[in-house]
């Protein structure tokens, strides 16, 4: 989560990770998150790696699942997210908030 305040002029992440192969839920950021963004903050960003193990023989592809879209679509609702990133380590897609909704999702 990359959250930004304009007043200040600064930027925030906010990360989260894990030694499985899906991302952890983020049970441990969205308290403070919603604490930032009562306090002015606002979420620009969801950065979402797309990443896949060697023997895999590909990099990973640069679109949301299912999943991804329902989720950034949550994020735009209950957060106002305005985009969603989704890198396989070597390149970055950008996808406004206002182009969640034609994404498949759950």
Same mark, same amino acid.
């Given at each position: 989560f990359i959250a930004t305040n304009d007043a200040l002029n600064l930027?925030? *992440?906010y990360f989260a990770s894990s030694d499985q192969r /899906?991302? @952890?839920? @983020?049970? *441990?950021? *969205?308290p403070e998150l919603r604490k930032a963004l009562s306090?002015? /903050?606002k979420l620009s960003y969801h950065l979402?790696?797309?990443?896949?193990? @060697?023997?895999?023989?590909? *990099?990973g592809v640069l679109? @949301?699942?299912l999943?991804?879209?329902q989720y950034f679509k949550a994020l735009r609702e209950s957060?106002?997210?305005k985009y969603a990133l989704v890198t396989n380590g070597f390149h970055t897609v950008e996808i406004d908030?206002?182009?969640f909704d034609q994404f498949e999702s759950h």
């Open positions: 930027v925030r *992440i /899906w991302p @952890p839920k @983020p049970g *441990i950021v *969205i306090e002015g /903050w979402h790696n797309h990443y896949n193990e @060697p023997e895999d023989d590909y *990099i679109a @949301p699942s999943a991804d879209a957060f106002d997210l908030a206002e182009d």
